[in-house]
Protein backbone atom coordinates (compact mmCIF):
# COMPACT_ATOMS: atom_id res chain seq x y z
CA UNK A 1 0.00 0.00 0.00
CA UNK A 2 1.17 3.49 -0.96
CA UNK A 3 1.03 5.88 1.65
CA UNK A 4 2.49 9.46 2.94
CA UNK A 5 2.55 10.01 6.60
CA UNK A 6 3.50 13.11 8.06
CA UNK A 7 4.31 13.64 11.84
CA UNK A 8 6.25 15.97 14.21
CA UNK A 9 3.39 18.84 14.11
CA UNK A 10 1.90 19.36 17.92
CA UNK A 11 0.89 22.69 19.47
CA UNK A 12 3.96 25.31 20.05
CA UNK A 13 4.59 28.73 21.56
CA UNK A 14 5.54 32.01 19.75
CA UNK A 15 9.05 31.59 18.26
CA UNK A 16 9.38 28.17 18.76
CA UNK A 17 10.57 25.31 16.06
CA UNK A 18 9.16 22.33 15.17
CA UNK A 19 10.15 19.58 12.40
CA UNK A 20 8.06 17.69 10.51
CA UNK A 21 8.79 14.50 8.80
CA UNK A 22 7.08 12.68 5.59
CA UNK A 23 7.91 9.04 5.56
CA UNK A 24 6.83 6.81 3.07
CA UNK A 25 5.43 3.65 3.06
CA UNK A 26 5.18 1.21 -0.07
CA UNK A 27 7.43 3.04 -2.61
CA UNK A 28 11.23 5.01 -2.03
CA UNK A 29 10.85 8.39 -1.90
CA UNK A 30 14.45 9.24 -3.46
CA UNK A 31 12.96 9.18 -6.64
CA UNK A 32 10.40 11.94 -5.39
CA UNK A 33 10.25 15.58 -5.82
CA UNK A 34 8.82 16.13 -1.97
CA UNK A 35 6.88 18.98 -1.60
CA UNK A 36 5.07 20.67 1.82
CA UNK A 37 2.03 22.77 1.85
CA UNK A 38 -0.10 24.11 4.58
CA UNK A 39 -4.00 24.82 4.77
CA UNK A 40 -5.12 26.78 7.97
CA UNK A 41 -9.40 27.00 8.43
CA UNK A 42 -10.56 28.93 5.88
CA UNK A 43 -8.16 29.51 3.59
CA UNK A 44 -6.49 27.97 0.15
CA UNK A 45 -4.11 25.66 0.48
CA UNK A 46 -0.76 27.23 0.24
CA UNK A 47 3.15 25.79 -1.40
CA UNK A 48 5.34 26.14 1.31
CA UNK A 49 8.60 24.35 -0.04
CA UNK A 50 9.64 21.40 -2.68
CA UNK A 51 12.72 19.61 -3.06
CA UNK A 52 13.98 17.45 -5.45
CA UNK A 53 15.27 14.03 -5.80
CA UNK A 54 18.62 15.48 -5.98
CA UNK A 55 18.39 18.09 -2.97
CA UNK A 56 17.35 21.05 -5.46
CA UNK A 57 15.25 23.29 -3.26
CA UNK A 58 12.51 26.25 -3.69
CA UNK A 59 10.37 28.02 -1.27
CA UNK A 60 7.02 29.77 -2.21
CA UNK A 61 5.41 32.72 -0.94
CA UNK A 62 6.90 35.08 1.62
CA UNK A 63 5.88 33.45 4.89
CA UNK A 64 8.06 30.81 5.31
CA UNK A 65 11.06 32.27 3.55
CA UNK A 66 14.22 32.28 5.95
CA UNK A 67 12.04 30.45 8.79
CA UNK A 68 11.69 27.08 7.18
CA UNK A 69 14.30 24.77 5.61
CA UNK A 70 12.94 21.61 3.53
CA UNK A 71 15.69 18.75 3.77
CA UNK A 72 15.41 15.10 2.61
CA UNK A 73 17.45 11.92 4.54
CA UNK A 74 17.21 8.97 1.28
CA UNK A 75 18.38 6.31 3.52
CA UNK A 76 15.74 7.03 5.63
CA UNK A 77 13.11 7.14 3.25
CA UNK A 78 12.09 10.48 5.01
CA UNK A 79 11.73 14.31 4.25
CA UNK A 80 11.98 17.17 6.53
CA UNK A 81 10.18 20.24 7.02
CA UNK A 82 12.25 22.27 10.12
CA UNK A 83 10.25 25.19 11.29
CA UNK A 84 11.94 27.75 13.12
CA UNK A 85 10.79 31.03 15.23
CA UNK A 86 6.64 30.11 14.46
CA UNK A 87 4.19 32.47 14.65
CA UNK A 88 0.66 32.41 15.18
CA UNK A 89 -0.33 33.10 11.33
CA UNK A 90 2.02 29.34 10.92
CA UNK A 91 -0.82 27.68 12.49
CA UNK A 92 -2.63 25.07 9.96
CA UNK A 93 -2.29 21.60 8.79
CA UNK A 94 0.66 20.69 6.99
CA UNK A 95 0.61 18.21 4.30
CA UNK A 96 3.49 16.70 2.00
CA UNK A 97 3.61 15.15 -1.87
CA UNK A 98 5.11 13.15 -3.77
CA UNK A 99 5.38 13.74 -7.38
CA UNK A 100 8.07 10.93 -9.63
CA UNK A 101 10.57 12.30 -11.03
CA UNK A 102 14.32 11.15 -12.89
CA UNK A 103 15.47 14.66 -13.62
CA UNK A 104 16.03 17.90 -11.69
CA UNK A 105 12.57 19.25 -11.78
CA UNK A 106 10.74 20.56 -9.51
CA UNK A 107 7.30 20.51 -9.66
CA UNK A 108 5.26 23.41 -10.77
CA UNK A 109 1.50 22.83 -9.18
CA UNK A 110 -0.33 20.85 -7.04
CA UNK A 111 -1.73 18.74 -9.49
CA UNK A 112 2.12 17.91 -10.81
CA UNK A 113 1.64 15.59 -7.42
CA UNK A 114 0.88 12.05 -7.54
CA UNK A 115 0.89 11.01 -3.48
CA UNK A 116 -0.48 13.40 -0.58
CA UNK A 117 -0.52 12.57 2.71
CA UNK A 118 -3.49 12.64 5.41
CA UNK A 119 -1.54 16.02 7.31
CA UNK A 120 -0.64 17.24 10.68
CA UNK A 121 -1.62 19.49 12.88
CA UNK A 122 0.66 22.48 14.04
CA UNK A 123 -1.25 25.03 16.73
CA UNK A 124 0.98 28.05 17.59
CA UNK A 125 -0.33 29.36 20.38
CA UNK A 126 0.36 30.94 23.97
Known amino acids: QVQLVESGGGLVQPGGSLRLSCSAS????????IGWFRQAPGKEREEISV????????YFGGSGKGRFTISRDNAKNIVYLQMDNLSFEDTATYYC???????????????????WGQGTQVTVSS
Open 97 to 115: AAAWSNTNWLPQSPSDYEY
Open 26 to 33: GFGLDSYA
Open 51 to 58: INKNGRTS
